[in-house]
């Protein structure tokens, strides 16, 4: 049998099942990606073996397309979530959580894989710089749906969307740092590969989101367009902006991301309430395929390679990485404790770890004990944010109403 026909067939269930409890899905201590690894582990080579799939340390590029689409049309997806007011209105909070915050938690990441592990600080700085962004995927079960708007401040929902959005594709710099650490590159190609990526991206991205607008605009005005297709109108954009970025060697995922603030602050609000719509039902089915694969590429020797130490190093990074940092700056952050504690447990390591740890290998630094560390992380993750993002919401309610009270 086909592994890509048996993948199909799985991810197409999967996608049925959950349309089906879309309603209640967000109200259950799930998410989909949670339900899509799951699957993936039980039709892996680890229990069924229905999937018969290389582990991720063997083939680490295996993913790195796959993760590399998927942010880039979640971050497309965050862009247009809200008004890009919600950006002027936050931009110093979400300037402290970009440029503080996060290589903080690159530190506190490698600090720990070399108390726990025993790695030199240059591996540990490669782990603590994949591990570092906020996974937008896997932090949009606690801030999208119904259940979401109904227990959650606006603005905690939005600071926390537009920092996982913009931190995917600013960690660059700091894995480039972490590769020149590691001698894969030398400082001055780190820093103008940085340069490069960033900036290149920034101008491909606000001539993308700008142009697509008033083509739309123009198309429109026309009565040249029909409604079915330009319902995924955004979701190309963002597959658009990934190509052409991919071939000048530029950072898509942040293009994408500034290409949907600039669709966002042209298009009208009827418009970005539309593509909102879809760009999330489209994220919500996307990570199907990922997590999947990701379950059934599990390096489960590598693990137990790491024993005991690797549970250790999972559980201090989800616990130590974001809270604590967050928890401190809860004044200059203008957050109550309670929003604090919120926004620093929600902060997840997901697809854009799996996405840098493989393109770490792709740049020469292909270290299995890291790459397994990483992946232990991610799944550690999945699984705690997952199964919390629903009580996490309901406790949050009984603590803002209590201090209404």
Request: net charge negative.
């Amino acid at each position: 049998m086909s592994t890509l026909d048996l993948l199909l067939a799985v991810v197409g269930a999967l996608g049925v099942v959950i349309v089906a409890i879309s309603a209640r899905l967000h109200q259950w201590p799930l998410s989909e990606p949670l339900i899509a690894l799951v699957a993936g582990v039980l039709l892996g080579p680890a229990v069924t073996g229905i999937l018969d799939l290389p582990e991720l340390t063997a083939e680490p590029s295996l993913l790195q397309h796959g993760a590399e689409v998927l942010l880039a049309i979640s971050v497309m997806g965050v862009a247009l979530r809200y008004p890009f007011s919600a950006l002027r209105t936050h931009w110093k909070s979400l300037a402290l959580l970009i440029v503080v915050v996060m290589p903080a938690m690159a530190l506190v990441s490698a600090g720990l894989a070399m108390w726990l592990l025993g790695t030199s600080f240059a591996l540990a700085l490669l782990f603590g710089a994949a591990v570092c962004p906020t996974d937008p995927v896997l932090a949009s079960s606690a801030v999208t749906g119904e259940g979401a708007e109904e227990d959650l401040p606006e603005r905690d929902r939005q600071i926390l969307s537009l920092e996982s959005g913009a931190n995917d594709g600013l960690a660059l710099p700091l894995v480039l740092l972490a590769l020149a650490v590691a001698g894969s590159l030398s400082t001055g190609e780190a820093a103008l590969d940085t340069a490069w990526q960033v900036l290149g991206a920034l101008v491909v991205g606000i001539a993308s989101g700008v142009l697509a607008a008033k083509a739309l605009h123009l198309a429109q005005r026309h009565k040249s367009t029909e409604e079915g297709p330009t319902l995924l109108y955004t979701v190309l954009l963002a597959l658009l902006v990934l190509g052409v970025c991919g071939l000048a060697d530029l950072n898509g995922v942040f293009g994408a991301f500034v290409a949907g603030l600039a669709y966002n602050v042209v298009s009208t609000g009827a418009e970005r309430e539309t593509e909102v719509q879809i760009d999330e039902a489209v994220n919500q089915f996307a990570v199907l395929p990922f997590f999947v694969v990701l379950g059934a590429t599990i390096p489960w020797a590598e693990w137990g390679a790491l024993g005991w130490t690797g549970v250790a190093l999972a559980v201090a990074v989800l616990v130590l990485r974001r809270l604590p940092l967050v928890l401190a700056l809860a004044r200059p952050l203008g957050m109550p404790l309670h929003s604090a504690a919120f926004l620093g447990w929600f902060g997840p390591v997901g697809v854009a770890a799996v996405f840098y740890l493989t393109m770490e290998a792709e740049y020469g630094s292909e270290h299995p004990q890291i790459l397994a560390a990483g992946s232990l992380v991610v799944v550690a993750s999945t699984l705690a944010h997952g199964l919390s993002s629903a009580p996490g919401r309901a406790l949050f309610r009984r603590v803002e109403r209590a201090r209404a009270r």
